[in-house]
Nanobody, 124 residues
Framework: QVQLAESGGGLVQAGGSLRLSCTAS????????VGWFRQAPGKEREFVAG????????YYVDSVTGRFTISRDNAQNTVHLQMNSLKPEDTAVYYC?????????????????WGQGTQVMVSS
């Protein structure tokens, strides 16, 4: 069993940056593919970024490519999401996700573990 806890959300102006962190407990994240999803009010939860189990590959939804970067710190058992050049449309609750698979699916139904979410609000 893996417990995930996000932190780092908040309110920022458009063009600003935030760094989200997801700290795992219970088991090491080295055995899991990890990533981030987000859910805006009235919308479905959508995939944002993923990092393979091996750590060799990252992948993103088109709308954040070039602005967001996912990374893993194995020593701290933590996953980060660096978000730059934020836009009002990035406003959402961001969820950390993990799956016992080589690669995290973009489909939320295939995620094995979720964090509780952290709110990101970007003002125009």
């Amino acid at each position: 069993q893996v417990q995930l806890a996000e932190s780092g959300g908040g309110l920022v102006q458009a063009g600003g940056s935030l760094r989200l962190s997801c700290t795992a407990s219970g088991r090491t994240l080295r055995s899991y593919a990890v990533g981030w999803f987000r859910q805006a009010p009235g919308k479905e939860r959508e995939f944002v970024a993923g990092l393979t189990w091996s750590g060799d590959n990252t992948y993103y939804v088109d709308s954040v490519t070039g602005r967001f970067t996912i990374s893993r710190d194995n020593a701290q058992n933590t996953v980060h999401l660096q978000m730059n050049s934020l836009k009002p449309e990035d406003t959402a609750v961001y969820y950390c996700a993990a799956a016992a698979a080589p690669m995290l699916s973009r489909q939320s139904a295939r995620v094995d573990y979720w964090g509780q979410g952290t709110q990101v609000m970007v003002s125009s």
